[in-house]
């Protein structure tokens, strides 16, 4: 499967907040994230390559020991184990992000890898 309908994958709330629906391959996942006004993702990290984009709203992420203010069009790359956070500050807001490899806690049991041969 080549395309994706985002209405066929189910929210999964991850924070209070934050919902992210994440198709994925064998290496490589989608995560759109949905976030309410003042939602958090707390600091944390993990071994996964993450990268975005802001497409609706204000975020303020702090990657490292960095903190910048991102609105729509705004782009971010997030290397393997730096400590993140992001907050909401005008929302709600909408980001969509790339891991690799997938983020298994994401990926759900009744939502298949995409065939790469479709």
């Given at each position: 499967m080549a395309f994706i309908q985002l209405n066929e994958f189910r929210n999964r709330e991850i924070f209070p907040g934050v919902r992210i629906r994440a198709p994925h391959l064998k290496n490589l996942m989608l995560s759109y994230v949905e976030l309410d006004p003042g939602a958090v993702v707390?600091?944390?990290q993990h071994p996964h390559e993450q990268g975005g984009m802001v497409v609706k709203g204000k975020l303020r992420f702090r990657i490292?020991?960095?903190t910048q203010t991102?609105?729509?069009g705004s782009l971010y790359l997030i290397p393997?184990?730096?400590?993140?956070?992001?907050?909401?500050i005008e929302g709600p807001a909408v980001a969509l992000d790339v891991f690799?490899?997938?983020r298994e806690e994401y990926a759900y049991e009744n939502e298949q890898i995409i065939d790469e041969e479709t």
């Open positions: 707390p600091l944390h490292g020991n960095q991102l609105g729509p393997s184990n730096v400590p993140h956070e992001v907050t909401v690799a490899p997938v």
